[in-house]
Nanobody
């Protein structure tokens, strides 16, 4: 079993930045992919960004050029740097790790005011 804990969410004005962190209870190197997802009120959870064990990244079109997923120097932490935030980025953000099965964090709220 793996525990994930997100942090870094909060309230920010449009155009601002936030960095989300996801701390795992074990090294990330054993996972196939690491990702960030988000769910806005009344909407389905959607992919924001993925980082594979090989270092490839993939982003939702809506965040390309603004968000960056990365793995920290600490072996059990990954990040989502979010710049030029927009009100439509408001959602609960979740980290997800995939190995044989999927592991999800509890989510962190990001609210972008206009």
């Amino acid at each position: 079993q793996v525990q994930l804990e997100e942090s870094g969410g909060g309230l920010v004005q449009a155009g601002g930045s936030l960095r989300l962190s996801c701390a795992a209870s074990r090294s990330l190197f054993s996972f196939y992919t690491m990702g960030w997802y988000r769910q806005a009120p009344g909407k389905q959870r959607e992919l924001v960004a993925i980082l594979t064990s090989g270092g490839s990244t993939n982003y939702a079109d809506s965040v390309k050029g603004r968000f960056t997923i990365s793995r920290g120097n600490a072996k059990n932490t990954m990040y989502l740097q979010m710049n030029s935030l927009k009100p439509e980025d408001t959602a609960v953000y979740y980290c997800k790790l995939t190995a044989v099965e999927d592991y999800w964090g509890q989510g962190t709220q990001v609210t972008v005011s206009s």
